[in-house]
Structures are given as C-alpha cells and as structure tokens.
C-alpha cells in the first residue's frame, strides 16, 4: 500500500491549494481516505475524510473552507483548501481508513497506512 500526497507549498492569507492523495497497491474503492495535519509543537489532527460512498466529514475549524472529494478512476483524493489562514500552518497527511470513524475520533493510532506528508504554509 502507498499513498502519495502532494500539492503542498507556500501560499498568502486568503489563497487556495489543493492537496492530492494518490493510492496504490489495494483496492481504492474498498477504502475511506482521510486527511490529517500537525502544526508545530501540537498533536496530529484529523481534517477531513471520505468514505467510499462519497460520504464527507470535516472538522469545525476548516467546515466551509475545505473540500474533499475523490476520483476513484484515478485513484486519488483531493482537499481543496480556500480561504487559507496562518492557522492552517502544518504538515498535511493523507491515510487509510475504513469507514472515516478514525478520522472523526481523530485517532491516529487506528490508521494502518499514512501517505509522507506535504508542507502547508499560509503567510504574507
């Protein structure tokens, strides 16, 4: 199993990027993808996630910001970030789940496989 994630960069207060996961090695469509992200000096939190059915959760801090959505031709799933803030200053993770429960409990120890992650910087 791999997950590749990418679109990570610099960006103004305001601006937008979009992340993307690729999967490998499994069946993409069996699988929920999430998205997790740690700031300097705090614990990895759960961002965002879809199950399979095209189900989406998000957490209350990126809600109306954050879009994720998944191409399951392509094997990918995609975090369309807008309306950046310094606050979202992290490192960014794609991973496995299930059904998106370990995502929502922010419990990163449920994960059995992470993607490396992606620098995410939102400063002037």
Known sequence: VQ???SGGGLVQP???LRLSCAASGYTFDDYAIGWFRQAPG???EGVSCIT???RTIYADSVEGRFTISRDNLKNT???QMDSLKSEDTAVYYCARDTDCTVVALNWE???DF???GTQVTVSS
């Open 3 to 5: 997950l590749q994630a």
């Open 14 to 16: 305001g601006g937008s």
């Open 42 to 44: 705090k614990k990895r």
């Open 52 to 54: 399979t059915s095209g």
């Open 77 to 79: 799933v995609y975090l």
């Open 109 to 111: 120890g449920g994960i």
């Open 114 to 116: 992470w993607g490396k």
